[in-house]
């Protein structure tokens, strides 16, 4: 997102477990987009753990099942802006609003946390992502009216 909008001046990444390569990784993308040197860290913890601002943007990529409920609640218990490509949508642990017999479980998950994050005063665009982009290509994007 820096890379998007430079008006940004620093980024958290977090990860309950960071990869052996996270650090490596991160080092290789400042030296071919030197402006992004030193303004992100990387953070290995819970989510839950992480403290959000209302003028915050939480990007969450492929959170899986219902860790993406759990990015949407700490955004909007932030009252911050949200852009969510969710995945691994699990009937165990997702909310399909009763809407599985209508459509496929994954729309089903989608949308019913559309229709919540819109009962909680949020103002919010779907989009499509390219499926050679990725499988998972829903895109939310949501923010506090």
């Known amino acids: 997102m820096l890379l998007l909008d430079d008006r940004s001046p ?3 990444g977090v990860d309950r477990r960071l990869p052996a390569s996270a650090h490596v990784l991160a080092d290789a993308i400042a030296s071919e987009w030197p402006r992004l040197a030193g303004r992100v860290t990387l953070s290995e913890q ?4 992480v403290a959000i601002a209302s003028a915050d943007l939480v990007v969450s990529s492929h959170p899986c099942g219902a860790l993406s409920d759990v990015v949407i609640d700490r955004a909007v ?4 802006r949200l852009a969510l490509l969710p995945c691994c949508h699990d009937h165990a642990t997702c909310d399909t609003g009763g809407l599985d017999a ?3 479980l994954p729309l089903a998950i989608d949308a019913t946390r559309v229709a919540r994050l819109r009962a909680r005063n949020y ?3 779907a989009q499509g992502i ?3 982009i990725t499988p998972q290509n829903r895109l939310l994007l ?3 009216r």
């Open 10 to 12: 620093s980024a958290l």
């Open 46 to 49: 819970d989510i839950r753990a």
């Open 77 to 80: 218990g932030a009252s911050a």
């Open 102 to 104: 209508w459509m496929s």
């Open 123 to 125: 103002s919010v665009h």
């Open 130 to 132: 390219p499926s050679d």
């Open 142 to 144: 949501a923010m506090p």
